[in-house]
């Protein structure tokens, strides 16, 4: 039984190529959570719609998120009433958002709910929110930026999407962490596993916020052996999105081993990409494992390429 620590795009895509050589029912995703945001009423959660999306081939290969050929006709009718469309929500999107919010209105848990979808959707591996509960990822501004101070406090959209982090962090924190409980599961695929896998996916704001659910940092500390972590960081950046910016903003080092080095206490081998190879020795020296192979995941193919490194390397 295969468990992957998820966050959006980088780990979609993994993912995407996990499937092709694991048996799809024996793997569990536990997705952040920390991204969702609540917009015009509708419970939105990125990070679970990028996972479901991609793995049942609907997602926009250009954005990485969002469903593919999708139609903006509410978009373009919310504009003209002067609503808000900074946070694009396209025709088909919508119905997703629509239908997580009914079913949590009527008391369905996230992770029933992402279940509902995730089937309905045609995937047979299992998608669980890291929890139920509400976790949102909160970052402070170490300076000013568009309709913001320098010191705010900003949700996780207005920063990625709104600011479209363009702008230096000063602090993280993952709001609701210390009440989360983990989702139903989660704790017992992590317990159970015989390969954790943490996707390429931001160290900080997509991994923070699922460590950061009590129990599930201390259960990954003790399986530390069965737990192989893939560098999002490639020759000193990141492939996507802010994660090497928010590394060093964070005072840690935007390289695989800075990487290697944060997740150490509960990750004990990381795969790193050959134009990382030089790091090895220093990510040995901080106690982690570093396998070396093509972290760059340019189709599906390669996608299941580095899967197979990563159950390699898992043993
Ligand atoms: N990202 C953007 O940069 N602009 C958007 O308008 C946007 C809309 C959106 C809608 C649904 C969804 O599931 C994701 C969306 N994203 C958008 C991406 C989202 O901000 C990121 O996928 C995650 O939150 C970070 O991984």
């Not at 969002?66 to 396209?90: I, K, Q």
């Not at 079913?103 to 992402?114: D, I, K, Y």
């Not at 890291?130 to 309709?147: I, Q």
């Not at 390429?305 to 043993?315: C, K, Q």
């Amino acid at each position: 039984m295969l468990v992957a620590l998820a966050g959006g795009v980088g780990a979609a895509r993994l993912l995407a190529g996990m499937v092709r050589v694991v048996d799809p029912t024996e793997i569990t995703v536990v997705v952040n959570t920390g991204d969702d945001m609540s917009l015009h009423g509708l419970h939105v959660s990125p990070d679970i719609d990028t996972v479901v999306y991609t793995l049942a081939g609907l997602s926009n290969p250009e954005t990485g998120w969002g469903l593919d050929g999708e139609r903006w006709t509410v978009m373009d009718e919310l504009e003209r009433l002067g609503g808000e469309t900074w946070f694009r929500l396209g025709d088909r999107d919508l119905a997703t958002h629509l239908y997580r919010t009914q079913r949590l209105a009527q008391g369905a848990p996230l992770s029933q709910v992402t279940a509902e979808l995730a089937s309905a959707r045609g995937l047979a591996l299992r998608v669980l929110p890291v929890t139920d509960d509400p976790l949102r990822t909160r970052l402070t501004l170490a300076e000013t930026a568009p309709g913001f101070a320098a010191g705010s406090e900003v949700d996780f959209q207005d920063y990625f999407v709104r600011l479209h982090h363009s702008v230096a962090v000063a602090g993280v924190r993952f709001e609701g962490a210390s009440t989360a409980r983990p989702a139903p599961g989660v704790l017992e695929a992590i317990g159970g596993a015989d390969v954790i896998v943490a996707c390429p996916s931001n160290p900080v704001v997509s991994l923070g916020p699922v460590l950061a659910v009590p129990g599930v940092r201390d259960l990954l500390e003790a399986r530390r052996d069965r737990v192989v972590a893939v560098s999002p960081i490639v020759a000193g950046a990141a492939l996507k999105g802010p994660a090497d910016r928010l590394l060093v903003e964070l005072g840690h080092e935007a390289s695989a081993a800075g990487v290697a080095r944060l997740h150490a206490p509960w990750a004990g081998t990381i795969v790193i990409d050959e134009q990382d190879a030089a790091l090895a020795p220093a990510i040995d020296a901080a106690g982690v494992r570093a396998v070396v192979a093509p972290t760059v995941m340019r189709s599906p193919e390669a996608a299941a390429d580095l899967s197979r490194v990563v159950l390699d390397a898992a043993g």
